[in-house]
């Protein structure tokens, strides 16, 4: 019978499957806040960039004001410095998307005077995220940005040539301060909606970050339990293999006890009175007692040869794998007929045989121990009052089983003890063997899968019926 272990009996697939989905939910857990971090980390590094911009911008818009009323050179060329701030800026997003190489898109963004440590992530969410609906919008509120700081520059150009040349009237100076005023608003509200959408977008993230958190969090729970409530299954499913198979461990140490204390006992009997007899011949004259005693000497040698016997079944009982084999069963029992052919009380009985099974799928072995204790008893146990002695031997098919019987009208068994003569070593005043005989039959009926019952009557004769299934799994 294989029973089976706990590494067995543990589904692997499915602790692998677990161990997979927390893998998979902590490498995702990792990758989402690691590029989530970097893009909150370089939509601040454009919301830093816009904020220089804008300064730029309104430098500019300044020194170009007073450089218009001044006419003072040192004005126009803070003008020059301060315009390049957005002007670079505005390179950057060109070469961004004409796709023009990193160096261009730096030299760009240096000149805006974004930080060094900015400028990747500046690159890197572009070129990943230029498809999102919230970098879209900033990045259409830059592109207008950057014409209205080419509008500006256009009219600074114009101031500049002007002043150039001559002077311009108060009415001139107002319609370009008016100009750039415009522009200037335009663009503080370009830069407020550039930064509002980056702000919106980022708000998006860390809503989604929350989002992809709690769910990843609850798939790794999720897994875990289940994998500890797996392993708590098949630990408590050990624990109770492991209780059984104490508990038969118990039970065959006291059987061995038993055993090893009632077989020593039973092995020494017949030798004590093989002792006793052999003394007693030595000093006896006549030859017919000591034919006597030589008779009584024999019985006791067959009891403990039947014995040592007995102890041969049991350990092969107990030790051999169940072999299963075709059978011929009349051919068993005719074998063992004839193995008690040679005791003196078998040749008063009439043996009977109502077989009706030719072939039986089973353990021969089994087979043998069975038939042979229950037809060496019904010989042992015979009515030596009666002359009509008999033991009737029947097997017949029964549906998915196999009904085998052995009668006899032997001497009977009283009621309140047939249910004990299946334990072992149990004997009785007239018990005449080891007390192991239908001990081991059990055993094998069982081995077999089957049942083993008594039917008796004192002084009427008793019947033994062994069902056996047919067919056994292999
Ligand atoms: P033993 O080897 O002593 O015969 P068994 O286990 O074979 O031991 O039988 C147990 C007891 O059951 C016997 O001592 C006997 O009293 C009783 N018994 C078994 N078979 C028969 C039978 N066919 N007729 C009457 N008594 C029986």
Same mark, same amino acid.
């Given at each position: 019978?294989?029973?089976?272990?706990?590494?067995?009996?543990?589904?692997?697939?499915?602790?692998?499957?677990?161990?997979?989905?927390?893998?998979?939910?902590?490498?995702?857990?990792?990758?989402?806040?690691?590029?989530?971090?970097?893009?909150?980390?370089?939509?601040?590094?454009?919301?830093?960039?816009?904020?220089?911009?804008?300064?730029?911008?309104?430098?500019?818009?300044?020194?170009?004001?007073?450089?218009?009323?001044?006419?003072?050179?040192?004005?126009?060329?803070?003008?020059?410095?301060?315009?390049?701030?957005?002007?670079?800026?505005?390179?950057?997003?060109?070469?961004?998307?004409?796709?023009?190489?990193?160096?261009?898109?730096? +030299?760009?963004?240096?000149?805006?005077?974004?930080?060094?440590?900015?400028?990747?992530?500046?690159?890197?969410?572009?070129?990943?995220?230029?498809?999102?609906?919230?970098?879209?919008?900033?990045?259409?509120?830059?592109?207008?940005?950057?014409?209205?700081?080419?509008?500006?520059?256009?009219?600074?150009?114009?101031?500049?040539?002007?002043?150039?040349?001559?002077?311009?009237?108060?009415?001139?100076?107002?319609?370009?301060?008016?100009?750039?005023?415009?522009?200037?608003?335009?663009?503080?509200?370009?830069?407020?909606?550039?930064?509002?959408?980056?702000?919106?977008?980022?708000? *998006?993230?860390?809503?989604?970050?929350?989002?992809?958190?709690?769910?990843?969090?609850?798939?790794?729970?999720?897994?875990?339990?289940?994998?500890?409530?797996?392993?708590?299954? *098949?630990?408590?499913?050990?624990?109770?293999?492991?209780?059984?198979?104490? *508990?038969?461990?118990?039970?065959?140490?006291?059987?061995?006890?038993?055993?090893?204390?009632?077989?020593?006992?039973?092995?020494?009997?017949?030798?004590?009175?093989?002792?006793?007899?052999?003394?007693?011949?030595?000093?006896?004259?006549?030859?017919?007692?000591?034919?006597?005693?030589?008779?009584?000497?024999?019985?006791?040698?067959?009891?403990?040869?039947?014995?040592?016997?007995?102890?041969?079944?049991?350990?092969?009982?107990?030790?051999?794998?169940?072999?299963?084999?075709?059978?011929?069963?009349?051919?068993?029992?005719?074998?063992?007929?004839?193995?008690?052919?040679?005791?003196?009380?078998?040749?008063?009985?009439?043996?009977?045989?109502?077989?009706?099974?030719?072939?039986?799928?089973?353990?021969?072995?089994?087979?043998?121990?069975?038939?042979?204790?229950?037809?060496?008893?019904?010989?042992?146990?015979?009515?030596?009052? *009666?002359?009509?002695?008999?033991?009737?031997?029947?097997?017949?098919?029964?549906?998915?089983?196999?009904?085998?019987?052995?009668?006899?009208?032997?001497?009977?068994?009283?009621?309140?003890? +047939?249910?004990?003569?299946?334990?072992?070593?149990?004997?009785?005043?007239?018990?005449?063997?080891?007390?192991?005989?239908?001990?081991?039959?059990?055993?094998?009926?069982?081995?077999?899968?089957?049942?083993?019952?008594?039917?008796?009557?004192?002084? +009427?004769?008793?019947?033994?019926?062994?069902?056996?299934?047919?067919?056994?799994?292999?």
């Amino acid at each position: 019978m294989a029973k089976r272990g706990i590494t067995e009996n543990l589904k692997l697939p499915k602790v692998y499957f677990l161990f997979f989905v927390v893998f998979f939910s902590c490498a995702s857990l990792i990758l989402v806040n690691y590029g989530t971090i970097r893009i909150l980390s370089a939509n601040r590094a454009y919301v830093n960039g816009e904020s220089h911009y804008s300064k730029g911008q309104k430098d500019a818009v300044r020194h170009l004001t007073t450089y218009l009323y001044t006419k003072d050179e040192e004005q126009w060329i803070s003008f020059l410095e301060e315009i390049s701030v957005p002007k670079g800026d505005g390179l950057a997003r060109m070469a961004l998307i004409k796709n023009q190489s990193d160096d261009l898109v730096k +030299q760009g963004l240096r000149a805006g005077r974004n930080k060094e440590e900015d400028l990747d992530d500046i690159i890197w969410l572009y070129k990943n995220f230029n498809k999102v609906s919230f970098f879209t919008k900033a990045m259409k509120e830059w592109e207008a940005g950057d014409s209205s700081i080419d509008e500006l520059i256009q009219i600074g150009n114009e101031i500049h040539q002007k002043l150039a040349v001559s002077d311009l009237d108060a009415e001139e100076k107002q319609a370009y301060l008016l100009q750039i005023g415009d522009i200037s608003e335009t663009l503080t509200e370009n830069g407020r909606n550039f930064s509002n959408a980056l702000t919106e977008g980022s708000g *998006k993230i860390k809503q989604y970050l929350v989002f992809a958190n709690i769910f990843f969090i609850l798939v790794i729970i999720s897994a875990v339990s289940l994998y500890f409530s797996v392993m708590l299954k *098949k630990l408590l499913e050990s624990a109770k293999e492991i209780e059984l198979k104490n *508990k038969n461990l118990v039970l065959a140490n006291r059987e061995l006890d038993s055993f090893v204390y009632s077989a020593s006992h039973d092995l020494r009997s017949p030798i004590t009175s093989l002792k006793g007899l052999i003394e007693i011949a030595k000093e006896e004259k006549d030859p017919n007692q000591v034919r006597h005693y030589f008779g009584l000497m024999n019985q006791s040698l067959t009891m403990q040869d039947q014995f040592i016997n007995d102890i041969i079944d049991y350990s092969r009982n107990k030790r051999k794998e169940r072999v299963l084999e075709i059978v011929n069963f009349d051919k068993i029992v005719n074998d063992i007929l004839l193995q008690h052919n040679y005791l003196s009380e078998a040749k008063a009985i009439q043996i009977k045989k109502n077989v009706e099974i030719d072939e039986m799928h089973t353990d021969g072995l089994r087979l043998k121990i069975i038939l042979n204790n229950l037809v060496s008893n019904a010989i042992k146990y015979s009515d030596k009052d *009666k002359n009509d002695k008999f033991i009737e031997i029947a097997a017949h098919h029964e549906d998915s089983f196999f009904k085998i019987e052995v009668k006899d009208n032997g001497i009977g068994i009283k009621k309140d003890i +047939q249910a004990k003569i299946f334990e072992m070593f149990f004997g009785t005043d007239h018990n005449l063997g080891s007390g192991l005989g239908l001990y081991i039959t059990k055993q094998a009926v069982e081995n077999l899968k089957g049942t083993i019952t008594v039917a008796s009557e004192v002084k +009427q004769g008793s019947t033994f019926t062994v069902i056996i299934p047919k067919y056994h799994e292999t």
